[in-house]
């Protein structure tokens, strides 16, 4: 009989916090601009140059950490960790070794057979982020720009606690919904303001021991993490299956052709020489530090679920899938604050909303529309301003520009006509051209009345509200 | 002399340092850093149990910035002493 | 009177008073860098046009009333590892050989504010890495007081051109006796202040948590006055402490009563009879005006310099990696590949000391020494600072010669690195313990070269310091090398 292996993995995940400052000097941490625009001696490693802390750094660490049940370290400092690359322009990065901020804590995740399942995190740690690389093919070099350089990053070392892919994905998942209900990042893959580094070794089922673990980097998305999981399982089971051995590496991940490869040079040594950084003086966390940062705690998914199956008549599908995200949860709460019907701000978040994202591929994050325009536009349904179809129409322009419905709707003229001498003559008129469709309806065809509304509809180019074109054609016919 | 450097060592030490010796100079620094280690291994003498390592002399602790922003675009400063540059960015030999 | 009597001090007040012009004070000291220069080569760069064009605009503000400050116009000579916005800044290296800042360090900051004329930037070792100044790149700079002599280091060019009158005052940086001991080696007067109690923002790095900067002064008045000023709280600077700075209160005549301890091991074998006879008279004067002075026991201070070169050069090898030849300084040419780029642009860009100190210190990181070495160092550095909190609990201040030997003839010491490294025996716990410590010219030896006695004091305490070594500067009388010449 074949033997059974199990997949035991830890994740390394790089979380990008929303600070709007460097983690050591007063650049901005804004996305776009020229680069090297957003940079300064500290976060180019002039000489002479040195760090100070950001505090808010240190209090999204805090919170992460609470949120996650750690320990928080009362004393702790930041140590060197130095190599040599030119995204690093000091050439040490400031990060922490011996007393990261926070420590043994976990998040609870949900496991495909519907059980509940703690994942432990060792430790979660602040640092600062590298420069980017750019390769430059006309003249074969690299260029640096260190816009990026120094941004903050924490990054939270899970224990070997994950056996499969999906409960990576249902642990991330619940590390960025954590991460994004704090408003300590946003947490995109894609832009790389969250990133995971997969630690993945296999054993026997039963063994006690672990195998021989890889390091697998560059995991842009949920399905390269899958991906790059099932492909280095599969690649140490044939090594092992072979006779051979795992070596312990960094490997990267080629997502598009489905392979990864080892990250090895003789220039480097994996020896980071880490001491506490002279330039920086230890950070100490007093209770009531940490207590204000308790209180200031967001309410989580859990208890936002729980309320609003108490506050809002919706259902608890809808609830699930808005409180998924943080982005969805304030669009709900915002947009119902300012007085629509929960159940229609729900139907438009969960119909429209959720029907667009997928077909342009975004993320809740994307959403561009405001509370106010979504809540304007339900009002204007409400009160027959507008039909159905027709807010549709108005409720994509919206998504995609922003606009604002009342005055859109306003300058397209798409007001319904609610004149009844106006509509009744038109349907006189459609009643007038269509004698077939009069006859079959007479004859019993109650579904010929459909094409006269359509009809209808068409001649007053949609902007009629078909309750009442139903009602006055019933009335003549 | 109780320390003794190999030729492994220093090419190891100069893979970390980011130096690249002549035979000459290697040779000196086997016997250069094998008479410092001898010296500083006479701290082995103390008795050092139970002593907490002292980066800082002080206790001074918590100094924050607060997170705003303070500096603006400097980047024809900060590009000012680049050995060779491109496009507002610095340019090293290709590493991808 | 020539201007060059002048001190910083008297200067600022001669200017005031309009009796000199800070021009002309300007161009009387280029005029002795023109002469002197060339034989005792004090500095990197000299910004003649630079200097006469501040000296204007500060004549101008002093006329108006805007510069109202004890040094305002006077002419200053800065280390070259302290960042000059627009100011060739090379530490003395190399690979920083074309490096001109973008911005300018905070305690040059706060010496412009005072009105300070910016001569230019002094020769010092490589990085800071020497006692001689003789592993500069640009060439040793000479003793002013027998040029076959070094002038001391690190910040031999700083203490060679107050000595040589090629400027007023000098800043410089002490890691490990850097001001205080070519201060003792040049007859001047050098203080390193505790730490914390001026910025480092700005100092290019050598040892972090060992690097303080510090004035090199004709005397204890000028010391004191140049202290107060570039003292400041820098937010910029997570080491920066809040503290008193008036330290000019401290000038003071008296010491009765002060207590003072005299460590045996410092007067034991390896000290030059002649340096030993000067110190303790210099102590002998300190106790006929009042002082009681003693011997005592200081505990661990032959670990002082293992635990020093190792805690430094570990600091020194990760500080010095930003030099790479990728964002500034010197680049090695031809390099197709990366790590190649690195290793030549920094195997060519430092010289041979600075090698060895990077070398050392990324050893005793590496893993598998790092508790063995650095740990272990930390340690007995807790334990050296214990050693010094027991004798402050005793004694008001320590005193002890700042150098076993007076200046030693140039060549003598590279031979050997580590001959040279015994002879920060006395100065190199004080930086380990974050203490001031001051060196005041006490006589000089058999071949007519400067001893420097040396005061160390309890953390925050330099007022004790300056007052005893104002005490002892007024019963000891004038000493310059102009005195001595007879100008």
Redesign the interface.
């Known amino acids: 009989m074949a033997k059974q292996y199990e997949t035991v993995i830890g994740l390394e995940v790089h979380v990008e916090l929303a600070?709007?400052?460097k983690i050591f000097?007063?650049?901005?941490t804004a996305f776009g601009?020229?680069?090297?625009?957003?940079?300064?001696?500290v976060c180019?490693?002039?000489?002479?140059?040195?760090?100070?802390?950001?505090?808010?750094?240190?209090e999204y660490a805090i919170a992460v950490g609470l949120a996650t049940n750690c320990d928080i370290t009362r004393n702790g400092?930041f140590d060197?960790k130095?190599y040599?690359?030119?995204d690093n322009?000091?050439?040490?990065q400031i990060s922490q070794l011996y007393l990261p901020i926070c420590r043994n804590g976990y998040v609870e995740i949900e496991t495909e057979e519907g059980g509940k399942k703690k994942v432990g995190i060792h430790e979660i740690h602040m640092e600062e982020d590298a420069g980017k690389?750019?390769?430059?093919e006309w003249?074969?070099?690299?260029?640096?720009?260190?816009n990026r350089s120094g941004v903050p990053l924490i990054e939270i070392v899970s224990e070997p606690d994950m056996r499969s892919a999906d409960e990576v994905i249902a642990y991330l998942e619940k590390l960025r919904l954590l991460i994004q209900y704090l408003g300590a990042s946003d947490c995109k893959l894609q832009e790389g303001s969250m990133r995971a580094d997969v630690n993945l070794s296999v054993r026997e089922v039963g063994a006690s021991e672990f195998g021989t673990r890889t390091e697998m980097k560059n995991l842009n998305s949920f399905k390269a993490i899958a991906r790059a999981i099932e492909g280095e399982k599969a690649r140490q089971i044939d090594l092992i299956e072979s006779g051979e051995k795992v070596v312990q590496e960094t490997r990267r991940w080629d997502d598009a052709k489905e392979t990864s490869y080892a990250m090895r040079?003789?220039?480097d040594?994996q020896?980071y020489?880490?001491?506490?950084d002279?330039?920086?003086?230890?950070?100490?966390v007093s209770e009531e530090m940490i207590e204000k940062i308790r209180e200031k705690q967001p309410e989580f998914r859990t208890e936002k679920m729980a309320r609003y199956k108490e506050e809002f008549d919706i259902p608890d599908y809808d609830i699930d899938i808005i409180t998924n995200t943080k982005r969805m949860a304030d669009l709900f709460e915002e947009t119902v604050a300012l007085g629509a019907q929960p159940k229609k701000v729900s139907n438009w978040l969960m119909g429209e909303t959720m029907r667009l994202l997928k077909e342009q591929s975004m993320d809740p994050e994307d959403i561009r529309f405001s509370p106010a325009h979504l809540a304007a536009l339900i009002a204007m349904v409400d009160k027959k301003e507008i039909n159905s179809s027709v807010a549709k129409e108005v409720f994509e322009t919206m998504f995609s520009e922003d606009i604002d419905p009342v005055q859109y709707v306003d300058e397209k003229g798409l007001k319904t006509v609610n004149d009844e001498g106006a509509l009744r003559k038109t349907i006189e008129e459609v009643v007038a051209n269509n004698p077939q469709a009069v006859e079959d309806y007479h004859n019993g065809k109650e579904k010929a009345i459909g094409a006269l509304v359509g009809q209808t509809m068409k001649a007053m180019k949609g902007k009629a509200d078909p309750t009442m074109v139903n009602q006055i054609l019933k009335e003549i016919l | 002399m109780a320390n003794v450097i190999t030729d492994e060592t220093i090419d190891?030490v100069g893979?970390?340092a980011?130096l690249e010796l002549s035979a000459e100079e290697k040779e000196q620094a086997k016997k250069d850093l094998a008479e410092m280690l001898d010296y500083i291994d006479q701290l082995g003498e103390l008795d050092t149990t139970g002593v907490e390592p002292m980066?800082?002399v002080f206790p001074?602790?918590?100094?924050?910035?607060?997170?705003?922003?303070?500096?603006g675009?400097?980047?024809d400063n900060?590009?000012k002493n680049a050995p060779e540059e491109?496009?507002?960015?610095?340019?090293?030999?290709?590493?991808? | 009177m020539n201007i060059l009597d002048y001190t910083a001090v008297e200067l600022s007040a001669a200017i005031k008073k309009g009796e000199v012009s800070v021009v002309e004070a300007t161009k009387a000291v280029l005029a002795q860098i023109e002469q002197k220069e060339a034989e005792l080569n004090c500095y990197v760069t000299l910004d003649k046009e630079g200097a006469l064009a501040q000296a204007n605009d500060i004549q101008k503000k002093i006329d108006a009333g805007e510069l109202t400050g004890p040094l305002a116009g006077v002419p200053v000579a800065i280390k070259d590892n302290?960042?000059t916005e627009g100011m060739l800044?090379t530490?003395s290296s190399k690979i920083?050989g074309n490096?001109i800042?973008?911005?300018t360090?905070e305690a040059v900051i706060n010496l412009q504010k005072a009105g300070a004329v910016i001569l230019g930037k002094t020769n010092m070792d490589e990085f800071a890495m020497g006692s001689t100044t003789e592993t500069s790149a640009f060439g040793a700079t000479k003793n002013p007081w027998n040029t076959e002599h070094v002038p001391g280091g690190s910040s031999g060019g700083s203490a060679a051109a107050v000595a040589a009158d090629e400027c007023f005052y000098a800043l410089g940086s002490d890691t490990g006796g850097s001001i205080r001991q070519p201060a003792s080696y040049c007859g001047v007067v050098g203080m390193k202040p505790t730490y914390g109690t001026v910025s480092?923002?700005?100092?290019?790095?050598y040892?972090?948590?060992l690097d303080q900067i510090g004035p090199l002064a004709k005397d204890v008045t000028d010391c004191a006055t140049i202290l107060e000023t570039i003292a400041s709280h820098d937010?910029?600077?997570?080491?920066s402490v809040e503290r008193d700075t008036d330290f000019t209160k401290a000038l003071v005549d008296d010491v009765k009563g002060m207590k003072i301890g005299i460590p045996r091991s410092y007067f034991g074998d390896g000290l030059d009879a002649d340096v030993k006879e000067k110190v303790l008279a210099a102590a002998k004067v300190l106790e006929e005006k009042g002082a009681i002075v003693e011997e005592f026991d200081l505990d661990l201070v032959e670990y002082a310099i293992p635990t020093y070169y190792t805690i430094a050069d570990?600091?020194a090898?990760?500080n010095l990696?930003?030099?790479?030849g990728?964002?500034?300084g010197f680049r090695a040419e031809d390099c197709d590949e990366?790590?190649q780029m690195?290793k030549r642009s920094r195997s060519q860009g430092f010289g041979p000391e600075v090698k060895r100190r990077i070398m050392l210190g990324?050893f005793v990181?590496?893993?598998g020494y790092?508790d063995a070495y650095?740990l272990k160092a930390l340690k007995v550095k807790a334990l050296i600072k214990k050693s010094f909190d027991e004798a402050f609990a005793k004694y008001d201040m320590i005193l002890g010669p700042c150098a076993p030997t007076t200046a030693p003839k140039l060549g003598a010491s590279l031979s050997d690195p580590m001959k040279m490294y015994l002879g920060d025996i006395y100065t190199i716990s004080v930086n380990l313990a974050g203490l001031p410590g001051i060196s005041v010219p006490c006589g000089v030896d058999k071949n007519g070269l400067p001893v420097g006695l040396q005061l160390i004091g309890d953390c925050f305490n330099e007022k004790k310091l300056i007052q005893a070594a104002y005490s002892y500067e007024q019963a000891r009388g004038k000493f310059s090398l102009r005195a001595k010449e007879g100008k």
């Not at chain 1, 000097?25 to 901005?28: A, I, L, V, Y």
């Not at chain 2, 001074?60 to 500096?71: A, G, I, W």
């Not at chain 3, 990696?321 to 790479?324: I, P, S």
Request: with cysteine; proline share 7%.
């Open positions: 600070t709007k400052t000097c007063g650049c901005s601009g020229e680069p090297n625009s957003h940079t300064c001696p180019t490693g002039m000489p002479g140059s040195l760090p100070v802390l950001n505090k808010q750094v240190l400092k060197r130095n040599f690359y030119p322009p000091q050439n040490y690389l750019i390769h430059d003249e074969d070099a690299t260029l640096v720009d260190y040079s003789k220039e040594a020896d020489r880490y001491f506490p002279p330039d920086l003086v230890p950070v100490v | 190891y893979i970390l980011k980066s800082h001074v602790h918590n100094v924050f910035r607060e997170d705003v922003v303070t500096n675009d400097d980047r900060i590009l491109k496009d507002g960015m610095f340019l090293v030999p290709n590493t991808f | 302290m960042c800044t530490c920083l490096f800042p973008t911005y360090s480092r923002y700005g100092l290019i790095a040892g972090s948590s937010l910029k600077d997570s080491t570990a600091e090898s990760s990696e930003r030099f790479d990728v964002k500034y990366l790590h690195y990324s990181l590496s893993s790092y650095y």
